[in-house]
């Protein structure tokens, strides 16, 4: 993927999560579904730029995502936690910026120890 697509994928996670501080009433409910159509229409129109860059899409193998998974591990169970005890909705947002910054550093993570972008690695 080019360099530029893990941070931007971050950039479109990290909102994601003031979804779930919106009152549920009313015209909050437009703004709640126009915030997921953004969501996801932003997602796509970035898979769609990357796979035009690269000319191909290539799934990530769980070897190569497991790092992340494991980081994304802390801000997801503190949050469950933090929940559990405040019950407190804002521990949403604050963890979905948590899993947007991990992303948007997994990429130069990734582009430097993925075997996608070792000289004479698997390609």
Known sequence: MPGW?????????APYGLLFVL??????NVVYFAGITA????TLLLMH??????????WLTFQ????????????ITAAVALFAVS??????????????????LFGPYH?????????GGER
């Open 49 to 58: 730029h990357g796979v035009k860059r690269m000319g191909v899409l290539r």
């Open 87 to 104: 019950g407190d909705r804002w521990v949403w947002p604050g963890l979905t910026v948590a899993l947007g910054a991990l992303i948007a």
């Open 5 to 13: 697509y893990y941070p931007v994928l971050g950039l479109l996670v």
């Open 111 to 119: 582009r430097r120890t993925g075997p996608y972008y070792r000289r």
């Open 64 to 75: 190569e995502l497991r790092p992340l998974m494991i980081a994304a591990l802390v801000p």
């Open 39 to 42: 969501f996801l229409a932003g």
């Open 23 to 28: 009152p549920d009433t009313g015209v909050w």
